[in-house]
């Protein structure tokens, strides 16, 4: 029957600064390939405008969350993380996203993979791209989840009920090491930079390298395409470096330019300045992720970061604030006793759920695994389990 569709449950969420659909590993095809199809389906990608899917036209708005029990000793859910290409036919498991990270706690819970405790119910995540453990903290007054609250975050509107983010295990996930080539500086083509895998693989250089003053807005940095092309020569080298391989088809390492932050007289925590690639494009505000890296190699002396002020090694538990174009972002940090690392980061986000129905994909996406035809919807979407108090 030509001209079906595949009907495949879904929900859209904000996360952080990101939005994008959520979904149930196993509404979703088990072979990654297959896999890979629906989402550029699902997405509308490869299309400048993406106006044939849920995707906005920018990477921001073209991520998936995948999330399932988890397979993993000590965690509550898997969350697997793709970056879907907008212009281009390609999905990238590779990097990790915060940001999309901080609606997976409630989304399990609302799906019913992990009880929900009156007040706070904390969930350990397992992120499969990576590697590392995150406990994400979520607010379930009554044992609900409630996407209500006052928390505001610089590059959303409004306010929400925060949800907290403690990176436990995230410290050399991708390659190995928090400092791949085993030092905290070094040059690339004559640039001095920063090879760091701290949540995020990414190649930290000073903005001055580029005689850029590290506040220029993302529409000023996109718009300069020697530019852009330097650091994407400079990130593929890094990557090779970082033992990634060849990262032409990858978003990571992603490009950092640090620049020391304007010093305000009331301000409570060290401050450090931050323009984050996507890798292609400046993030209008900044990656989670990236921010916990960015924030950790502040505090971490002989890193390109930590020369644009940073703190001298103190015990304990520091806050970073990461300056970026949409306002700031704040980290706790934790170094270990000796500075050679990193303990623990936290920062918190808010997440909001926006809709929940079932995704339509062209049959050639997903050919004739799935029903067909218009299901009655309580028959596609059962209902979850009813919380549990503790």
Request: hydrophobic residues 45%; contains cysteine.
């Amino acid at each position: 029957m030509r001209g079906m569709k595949t009907e495949i449950p879904c929900v859209l969420m904000r996360g952080g600064t990101s939005r994008g659909p959520f979904f149930l590993a196993d509404w979703l095809p088990a072979d990654p390939a297959e896999r890979d199809r629906v989402l550029l389906a699902a997405m509308g990608s490869p299309h400048a405008l993406q106006v044939d899917g849920l995707g906005g036209g920018n990477s921001l708005t073209s991520k998936v969350a995948i999330v399932s029990r988890s397979s993993r000793p000590g965690c509550d859910i898997d969350y697997l993380f793709a970056q879907v290409s907008v212009d281009r036919a390609c999905v990238d498991t590779r990097p990790n996203c915060g940001n999309m990270l901080a609606g997976a706690a409630p989304f399990a819970i609302e799906e019913g993979l992990v009880p929900a405790r009156d007040g706070e119910t904390a969930v350990r995540v397992h992120n499969v791209n990576t590697g590392a453990v995150i406990e994400a903290v979520a607010q379930t007054p009554g044992g609900r989840i409630t996407y209500e609250g006052d928390t505001r975050i610089d590059g959303v509107a409004g306010s929400a009920a925060p949800v907290r983010l403690n990176f436990l295990q995230a410290w050399g996930a991708v390659t190995g090491r928090l400092f791949p080539t085993g030092r905290r500086q070094e040059r690339l083509d004559g640039v001095p930079a920063t090879l760091i895998d701290a949540a995020m693989p990414m190649v930290l250089m000073p903005a001055a390298s580029f005689s850029l003053r590290g506040d220029e807005t993302p529409q000023a940095l996109d718009g300069d395409a020697a530019l852009l092309a330097r650091l994407e020569a400079l990130r593929r080298e890094a990557g090779a470096r970082m033992g990634l391989g060849d990262v032409s088809a990858s978003v990571i390492p992603k490009p950092v330019l640090v620049s020391p932050a304007a010093m305000d007289a009331g301000q409570a925590c060290a401050a450090i300045r931050s323009r984050y690639f996507t890798p292609w494009a400046c993030h209008r505000a900044h990656a989670a992720t990236g921010a916990v890296g960015v924030a950790a190699a502040f505090l971490i002396p002989g890193t390109v970061a930590h020369d644009c002020g940073g703190p001298a090694p103190a015990p304990g538990r520091r806050a970073v604030r990461v300056e970026h174009p949409g306002g700031a972002m704040e980290i706790d940090v934790a170094l270990e006793p000796d500075g050679s690392g990193v303990r623990t980061a936290a920062l918190v986000r808010t997440a909001r759920k926006i809709m929940k129905g079932t995704l339509y994909v062209p049959e050639a996406a997903w050919p004739a695994q799935r029903a067909i035809h218009p299901l009655p919807f309580a028959a596609a979407w059962p209902e979850p389990a009813p919380p549990q108090h503790a």
